[in-house]
């Protein structure tokens, strides 16, 4: 399973990018996949196909109405593993005894 970290934004848009963050993150939700969002990044989890569809989708809709788009993605992938998303934060939460706080 791929856990992906991405941030998509057009930088010829000024300050203020949340439409275009509310953009991709309309796709992302409708996907079906299982996503976290953050306040600087949205991480994905699925098969590698399915994730990189999704990034692809989103940096043609950013990309449609910018002269400009940047796009970070990292990525994570782990053999035979699931529901990394929860399972990730869990394992440090259980090493630490304690809840953090976490987006």
Do not use: Q
Request: net charge positive; glycine share 6%; hydrophobic share 40%.
């Amino acid at each position: 399973m791929l856990l992906a970290n991405i941030s998509i934004f057009p930088l010829d848009k000024g300050v203020s990018l949340s439409p275009y963050v509310a953009e991709c993150l309309d796709i992302i939700d409708k996907s079906g996949l299982d996503y976290t969002l953050g306040s600087m990044a949205t991480t994905i989890e699925g098969e590698y196909e399915e994730v990189f569809d999704v990034i692809k989708r989103c940096f043609n809709a950013v990309s449609m109405n910018s002269e400009r788009v940047s796009m970070y993605i990292k990525v994570d992938w782990r053999k035979g593993a699931s529901k990394r998303l929860i399972k990730k934060i869990s394992s440090v939460e259980g090493k630490l005894g304690r809840k953090l706080r976490h987006e």
